[in-house]
């Protein structure tokens, strides 16, 4: 069954800007909505009633549901046991817990959070920011995006020291001047792949040249 429509449930607001900045280019015929839910904790503790929600209205099976949560330091595999625990009680199928074939609510951990994924695709970066080094990637700090101990501290470090967010780290612009520049296909984060193989998968697409 084809898929129309992707409800996202989400923690910030820089999640839903870089979502937009990117989608309209890698999916253009994806129709979605981005839900910010107030950080990390608050989007745990509303998720449930979210999908009991979602549950009772009979949400229709053209429609899927993307959970994303930053890891930030917390055990992968609890935190995606807790998310499918959640789908589970609202009787929305998973991939761990499906419905025949059917796949309702799909549970996505951003590794360890966004400003990882800028360092995947560094070149973007420096097209919404010119003046940040170039050679960034080839740190060994950076090499493995997935691996960086504190992306957020460590991109807003790199920024200052380049003459940008001088007063602190603004999230939501740093997002939106960034996603468009950002070329799926090249990103080297692991975490994002998953994440973008997963859109492509479920909208029936192989190759996207975004």
Avoid at 36 to 63: C, D, M
Avoid at 118 to 132: K, T
Avoid at 143 to 172: C, W
Wanted: glycine share 6%; aromatic share 10%.
């Amino acid at each position: 069954m084809r898929v129309e429509h992707v409800e996202f449930l989400l923690e910030e607001e820089s999640m839903e800007a870089f979502l937009n900045g990117l989608l309209p280019r890698a999916f253009p015929e994806l129709d979605y909505q981005c839900h910010p839910l107030g950080g990390k904790r608050e989007l745990l503790k509303r998720v449930p009633q979210r999908l009991k929600g979602y549950a009772n209205q009979g949400i229709p099976g053209t429609w899927r549901i993307i959970v994303m949560v930053d890891q930030n330091g917390q055990d992968c595999h609890t935190l995606k046991a807790r998310l499918e625990e959640f789908a589970h009680k609202a009787s929305l199928p998973t991939i761990t817990h499906p419905q025949g074939e059917q796949v309702i609510v799909i549970n996505r951990i951003v590794v360890p959070c966004l400003e990882a994924w800028y360092f995947g695709d560094w070149e973007a970066v420096r097209q919404a920011y010119p003046r940040v080094p170039e050679g960034i990637p080839h740190k060994a700090l950076f090499r493995q995006p997935d691996a960086i101990r504190n992306p957020t501290q460590s991109f807003e470090q790199i920024m200052q020291k380049s003459g940008y967010f001088r007063t602190g780290l603004r999230k939501k612009e740093a997002a939106e001047n960034i996603s468009p520049y950002l070329k799926p296909e090249r990103n080297t984060s692991h975490s994002f792949q998953v994440f973008y193989r997963t859109l492509q998968t479920i909208l029936g697409v192989k190759d996207v040249n975004g």
